[in-house]
């Protein structure tokens, strides 16, 4: 029943996926330039004109809410530069049934709005740290602020936003021999440390197989640990495959309350099967995959001021047509035009 709608109405695909989780970007720019992801000098910013306003994004999010989506992630660039984002976060809270929001941030400015953002909704968020050395943050990011960053992840701690997921994405001749101590500090700090494979989503295109860090690779590199596996969380749907770290370097400072670690191998171990994500781009594009080659437009629709019903079914067709897996390691693979940072990671 390819495309059909269960018994409540919720958005299944051709495979039987349903989709729960919402990622919307609020803005293409970010306040790094990581070099696994963005050039120097920045990229062709999306025109404001085209961006969705709050108001755009607030009615798209109730009526994915209304076909069944029950969690919300802000994303982007970098969603803290989005000026309303409290207010934005406020609104999504009030909506019904009310989703689960969350923010995946480089944490810059983290310090002066965690308060704020949890006050107005927030559940939980995942902040970006490759790494706790200065000069390597500064090489990495071309901009320096890692004192900000790790201060923007203590205030959101401090704020009771919880569980705090810190992401890492690991580089050959980079921050790779750094992983062990990430994992240290996270335990040490009660946040769960999560390191990312790196994909061919970067807007360079420079993204090559073998430069990649493969999840055994990242896995190795932790036997001074005891790790047991614990799956894609509670119902197999999350990216990361997460473990429970029960010993290791360091534990008389944790074991009170034991960590976890997540590897997302998305390239090595693909967890298309479970996907239950959409992404919302921040100028109103739906995309099912981030490595789709095609897209539904719901700006113009929504603008063109169609009704709550044409823009359901626009959504029921395009997660009807949503692929099986991102095809990343297929012969004929052809990485999607849109960068990760236009698209919301
Ligand atoms: N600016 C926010 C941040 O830094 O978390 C949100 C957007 S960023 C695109 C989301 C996550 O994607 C970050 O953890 C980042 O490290 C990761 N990322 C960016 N480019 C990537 C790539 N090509 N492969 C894997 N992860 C990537």
């Known amino acids: 029943m390819p495309g059909s709608l269960v018994g409540d109405g919720l958005l299944v695909d051709a495979f039987g996926r349903v989709a729960r989780d919402l990622r919307i970007s609020l803005t293409d720019k970010c306040s ?38 029950t969690s919300i992630r802000l994303t982007g660039g970098e969603p803290l530069l989005h000026p309303t984002l409290p207010a934005v976060i406020s609104r999504l809270a009030s909506l019904r049934p009310r989703p689960e929001l969350s923010l995946t941030t480089n944490g810059i400015g983290l310090v002066r709005t965690a308060r704020d953002l949890a006050h107005a909704g927030l559940n939980r968020l995942n902040v970006s740290v490759d790494t706790l050395d ?40 980079s921050n790779l021999d750094e992983a062990p101590a990430l994992l240290g500090w996270a335990l040490r700090h009660g946040y769960e440390m999560r390191f990312i494979e790196h994909m061919p989503l970067d807007a360079q295109h420079a993204w090559s197989r073998d430069a990649m860090v493969t999840a055994d690779e990242m896995l190795a590199m932790f036997g001074d640990y005891t790790l047991r596996p614990i799956g894609h969380g509670a119902d197999g749907s999350a990216p990361a495959e997460e473990f429970e770290v029960l010993d290791g370097p360091g534990a008389a400072e944790w074991a009170a309350r034991p960590g976890r670690l997540g590897v997302i191998a998305s390239v090595t171990r693909p967890f298309c099967r479970d996907c239950d994500r959409l992404r919302l781009t921040a100028d109103g594009q739906l995309r099912t995959c981030l490595f789709a080659q095609s897209e539904t437009d719901l700006r113009g629709p929504l603008r063109a001021d169609d009704t709550e019903a044409k823009l359901s079914n626009l959504i029921r067709t395009a997660v009807a047509g949503k692929q099986a897996g991102h095809g990343i390691n297929a012969a004929d693979f052809v990485q999607p035009a849109r960068p990760m940072s236009a698209i919301g990671g």
Not at 36 to 50: I, N, Q, S, T
Not at 142 to 169: H, Q, T
């Open 134 to 173: 200065s000069q390597r943050f500064r090489e990495l990011t071309r901009r320096d602020r890692l004192r900000d960053v790790l201060a923007g992840v203590a205030a959101a701690a401090a704020a009771g936003l919880r569980p705090i997921k810190v992401n890492a994405v690991l580089m050959r001749g």
């Open 32 to 69: 790094l330039r990581c070099t696994y992801c963005m050039p120097a000098e920045g990229l062709p910013w999306l025109r404001k004109a085209d961006l969705l306003t709050d108001d755009e994004i607030v009615r798209l999010a109730d009526i994915f809410i209304g076909l069944g989506v």
